[in-house]
């Protein structure tokens, strides 16, 4: 009986799991070329978002970037619009609302923090907060 319950258990887990992340297969995820208005318009809202937080204009040398039906995941590399200065990593999760993108999370970097990107369950938490996040734009293979 007790085997049972632990299964049943499991199941709704994992169901829950794969209800929360859409559907997609890493093939279907695409990084959007240099130059798209695609690429520019995910950049632009990650851009004013660190305008907005640190009074900084910046551009971004692009380390990871995967999209898939409005959802985009980014892991760049700020330096000053203006001069030499580089920044720390700048990693986003961003989804497209009414037309326009937006920052629904920048993940922090501390060590031993569980709500940072270096936590082990970091993706699954970020999964489990954003019912739809397609799986497959995540770095986690």
Known sequence: MQTKSLLAVLILVLSTLIIHAQ????????????GTD?????????REKMYKIHQIKVNFVVN???????????HTHPKDANGPNRYEDILALIHKEEGAWIIL??????????????????YQGLISRHPGLPACILPIN
Not at 23 to 34: I, L, V, W
Not at 64 to 74: S, T
Not at 105 to 122: A, F, L, Q, R, V
């Open 23 to 34: 559907d997609c297969a890493e093939k279907d995820a695409y990084t959007p070329a240099r």
């Open 38 to 46: 695609e690429r520019k318009a995910i950049l632009d809202a990650l």
């Open 64 to 74: 990871y970037m995967k999209v898939y039906d409005g959802w985009a995941w980014l």
């Open 105 to 122: 999370e920048i993940p922090c970097g501390e060590e031993d923090n569980p709500d940072c990107i270096t936590s082990e369950n970091y």
